[in-house]
């Protein structure tokens, strides 16, 4: 019997109909023996796709022509827009018409599809998940701030006489009240978000089927719906209140204090979604093949540099001084620290509030309306270095007392969240080094100068090591001197590399993009972006802070 009759032959070439199949191409589409790919792909009229076999394209299924019921449409005429089979093409009724192919035409669409589904998984429902954490993260701190505020209340309430028991019970039943308001506030308000959380998901769900299947008809009728996502829900802005104490005791309940009012308002445009242009932005902003330097701002001696606006920056040097200048080199404000020591780092949290650490009391600090509270205290380690998350966490280098490890931690508030401090195989990821300056990239890898390791030490939000940087190798081996480190929008790593004065820029995976070295750099120390991209960089040698523009 000839095996081409056979039930269970194997595939052959549909050219010389004899030899087993070994390629195909995904464009006529056929499948083809070795021996007549070249035969195949002589005609240069066509663009040939050929592969192996088993990296074939799944065939379309074309939808059947409504005028020949034994053809299947393969072509859409333009002039009609509709879908049509070979012998409508050369019928008088599309006589002179424009045709494209369907399988082009899908082709487009599945990935303008795609490109949809990357919008809603990269923008949209990330962003509605961001709204869903700022809003836990928001009823998380309601007890805290409530407790506070009744803690106020009670100690004030101490100092006068048992008759005003009364109204400071009275008192605590209204922060009750409001606390439940509140609460309550912001619950209907997060359950609202994660319905359309749910939406965006079933939106997700719906692209990612489509994308997979093989029906022409179901991409055709598909319609964008991200659009309809990206009016975000308007903010809730809840201002917690306030308790007013009155140390006159002629008149006890008038006198005693008095609560501020809960407030609660929505603000329209309080979150933002990010466009397009800000989530690919590799595409938008490329590096200059020459940084400029735009200005020069003398501050004094430095250490650390932080941004607390596009135009008012954050410094801290060898004294207890910490200063708020303007891009003018004007002081606007000046903090003291509590102990008296200088600050070994600064950072500002989401809040606009000021962070430093000071090793010698163990402590990390928040400077919150001109008041120092110690919001972290360690026993057996040393705070040094500091980064505020965008989920609003506090990520800190410390050293141990002994000399001998380092280790990264993540608080929530003052609640120890993470330990980081051995890779996959029990070995320090870190080395024993006062110099840690630690930020957080966009993608929320936990990036590290380690300047006694001579390296720059990434990992990922599990902890998980991802690469090392140990300088390019058009630099002297060894003497890469990391210090200050910050990233960018568009995740890009920025490091110092003090001993050859220059700054170092690598994408996220850790590869060399290329150097700021030509702005008459004197021993770099500490590093910030602003939200538009632009460097600023703090001289340890000169005591000033340059702006560069580099994107």
Not at 454 to 465: H, K, S, T
Request: charged residues 30%.
């Amino acid at each position: 019997m000839d095996p081409r009759l056979c039930a269970q032959d194997i595939i052959r070439c549909d050219l010389c109909e004899d030899r087993v199949v070994q390629m195909y191409c995904n464009l006529c589409p056929m499948n083809l023996c070795m021996e007549c790919v070249g035969r195949h792909i002589f005609d240069t009229t066509k663009k040939h796709d050929v592969v192996p076999f088993d990296l074939r394209r799944s065939r379309l299924l074309f939808p059947q022509c409504q005028t020949h019921s034994e053809e299947n449409c393969e072509m859409h005429c333009e002039d009609c827009n509709t879908s049509v089979c070979p012998k409508c093409v050369i019928s008088e009724k599309h006589k002179r018409h424009h045709f494209k192919s369907l399988q082009e035409l899908v082709t487009t669409k599945k990935e303008s599809i795609e490109k949809e589904r990357k919008r809603l998984k990269k923008t949209v429902y990330s962003k509605f998940e961001d709204i869903v954490t700022d809003i836990e993260t928001q009823l998380a701190e309601i007890d805290g701030e409530y407790e506070k505020l009744t803690s106020e209340v009670t100690i004030h309430g101490e100092e006068w006489q048992k008759e005003i028991d009364k109204v400071i019970e009275k008192n605590k039943e209204e922060i009750n009240k409001m606390r439940n308001q509140h609460r309550d506030a912001l619950n209907k308000h997060l359950n609202d978000v994660r319905k359309l959380v749910a939406d965006v998901q079933q939106s997700l769900s719906e692209t990612e089927d489509i994308l997979q299947s093989r029906e022409i008809t179901r991409s055709l009728s598909y319609e964008i719906k991200s659009d309809k996502f990206t009016k975000l829900p308007s903010k809730l802005i809840v201002k917690f209140p306030v308790f007013t104490g009155n140390n006159n005791q002629d008149q006890c309940s008038q006198l005693f204090g008095s609560l501020s009012a809960l407030s609660i308002t929505t603000e329209e445009h309080g979150y933002t979604m990010k466009t397009p242009e800000a989530v690919f932005c590799h595409q938008v902003k490329p590096l200059l093949d020459k940084p400029e330097l735009i200005t020069t701002i003398n501050t004094g001696q430095l250490y650390s540099v932080i941004c607390l606006s596009d135009e008012e920056l954050w410094t801290c040097r060898n004294d207890e001084i910490i200063k708020l200048d303007n891009l003018q080199g004007k002081l606007l404000k000046s903090i003291r620290t509590k102990s008296g020591n200088h600050p070994r780092d600064i950072a500002v949290t989401r809040r606009g509030d000021l962070v430093y650490t000071d090793p010698d009391t163990r402590t990390v600090n928040i400077v919150k309306n001109k008041e120092i509270q110690e919001v972290i205290t360690v026993q057996g380690w040393r705070p040094l270095y500091v980064c505020s998350t965008s989920s609003g966490d506090l990520l800190v280098t410390m050293n141990n007392d002994d000399y001998k490890q380092s280790k990264v931690v993540r608080y929530s508030g003052s609640s120890e969240k993470q330990t980081i401090q051995f890779d996959s195989e029990g070995q320090p990821l870190y080395s024993f080094d006062y110099c840690k300056y630690i930020s957080e990239n966009r993608n929320l890898d936990i990036c590290v100068a380690d300047n006694r390791a001579r390296a720059v030490v990434v990992v990922n939000q599990a902890g998980i090591l991802r690469f090392r940087y140990s300088g390019h190798p058009s630099t002297t081996k060894g003497s890469f001197s990391p210090y200050g480190i910050t990233t960018d929008s568009q995740s890009q790593i920025l490091t110092v590399d003090r001993n050859n004065h220059c700054i170092h820029i690598l994408d996220q995976d850790g590869q060399f993009l290329c150097y700021i070295d030509n702005c008459n750099l004197r021993f770099p120390w500490g590093l910030c972006v602003d939200t538009r991209d632009n460097l600023f960089v703090s001289e340890w040698d000169s005591g000033k802070v340059k702006k560069i523009k580099y994107m």
